[in-house]
């Protein structure tokens, strides 16, 4: 039987975003050494092929994990543009309804901008 936890195992490891990235163009710059152009554009061509299998393999887990999810979104879509979209609780949410949201929402902001101002010329005194 098919266990759905996910394995508890930490690779790859939780490096800095940037040391990872870099990690690879030293790992490159080493690996290509004395290999001749053809040589190189093959073990290239594979670590792509095989970067791109595991994209792939992700993205079509995403996507069944969305669907089981119910969050997939294609704001794009004819039901999402008739008022069906991810941010609309019923089909008959009016364009109203959501400007009257969105005057709030800038409102907020204001008095938000407001107050900081406020705490800057107290901060100068």
């Known amino acids: 039987m098919h266990d759905s936890t996910p394995p ?4 790859p490891p939780n490096f800095d975003p940037t ?5 690879a163009v030293i ?3 080493i690996l290509i050494g004395d290999l001749s152009v053809n040589e190189q554009g093959s073990l290239g061509n ?4 095989l970067g791109q299998y595991i994209v792939t393999s992700s993205s079509q887990q995403q996507l069944i994990e ?3 999810e119910k969050n997939n979104i294609n704001i794009n879509s004819k039901k999402s543009k008739q008022g069906f979209g991810p941010f609309t609780s019923s089909s008959n ?5 959501q400007r009257d949201e969105v005057d709030f929402l800038l409102q907020e ?12 010329k107290n901060s100068n005194i």
């Open 8 to 11: 508890n195992n930490d690779f």
């Open 19 to 23: 040391i990872f990235s870099w990690s």
């Open 27 to 29: 790992i490159g710059t």
């Open 46 to 49: 594979w670590f792509m092929l």
């Open 66 to 68: 969305g669907r089981i």
């Open 93 to 97: 949410k009016s364009n109203q309804n």
């Open 109 to 120: 902001v204001q008095k938000i901008a407001q107050e900081l101002e406020k705490l800057k």
